[in-house]
């Protein structure tokens, strides 16, 4: 039986079990993330033994961005599912807020390849960089940025995301006329096309200069010349590479499933698993493929961080027995 508080999203909030599973499990792998990242952040400032230059720096910001993204798309939630039909506001608020998290990811993603293309090619002596004052700049920038683009953009008339009309229990039939904005897609776009070429750009440049630094060694085999090695990828980055491709077709997937539904569609079992699944665990999942990536790359890492959570579990077994 609907629950009488919802009018056009009634099939779709009436499956209490599945809300509670799909918002538990959510939440757990989001606080799970959350200590993936903070033990990055951890390993940034203390754990390494090389200097942090600017890319470290925003590699800590991307950090706290993933931390920052727990409360708020928890609270969001549960807000919907548990407390709502919301407020039009409310909801439209939730909308821009979690849109401003995702942007600024982004945009520090794309600071990250911009830096180090910056200092491998344009910058003849990098130690002159102020790393403090521009790891500030980049990061205020990004958060003005992504905080004017997406307001600015969820400002004008559109289509919405479905979620939007399901938390203030709206009919999205009324905004059927409208056209629904490719920003989204345009953001992963840009990012993914920026990426693929400073990477070719940079592994020619290594390529080049392993090739010179080998016809050196052949001219003076005496010679001591460490070779410039080319990152070569193993089986754990190959396995890496695929596992996100996969969930990059999961994601887009399930997105134009959930955007091809009625509103009738929407309200039917199991039409409503799949919306439970973009919503609920794409976000965790997506945050939990980025710090899975870095940790399975570096292994200082984690050998710092199984280290640090021993050290910690001593401590507190120590304080347990006083």
Known sequence: ?????????????ESKLLKTIFVSISTVVHSFNALL???????????????????????????????????????????IYFFGP?????????????????SDFLFLLNAIILSRYILIFWLKNPA??????WSLYVCLLSVLCSSIF??????????HSVFYYSCSDLDPTIHR??????????EVLVCFLLHLVVIIRIKCFRAKQQSSTQVATIANPSSETVLTKIDKESLADIALNVCNIFCAIVYVSLQLKVNSFTLKEANEF????YMYAYQLWMPCIASFAVSFGYYARRPKLRKKIAQKGQSVLHWSCTCNIQ
């Open 128 to 133: 002159s960089v102020n790393d403090d004052f």
């Open 37 to 79: 990242f903070y033990g990055i952040i951890w390993y940034e400032r203390y754990g390494s033994d090389t200097k942090r230059i600017l890319t470290n720096k925003i590699v800590s910001m991307i950090c706290w961005n993933n931390i920052v993204i727990f409360p708020v798309v928890v609270v969001t939630d549960v807000a």
């Open 1 to 13: 039986m609907c629950e009488a508080d919802y009018k056009y999203f009634c099939g779709f909030f």
């Open 86 to 102: 919301l407020k039009e506001e409310y909801c439209f608020g939730f909308l821009v807020l979690r849109n401003i998290v995702k």
């Open 270 to 273: 199991p039409n409503y698993i």
């Open 150 to 159: 997406n307001i600015s953009v969820f400002l004008l008339p559109q289509k």
């Open 177 to 186: 006329h409208l056209v629904k904005p490719k920003t989204a897609q345009i």
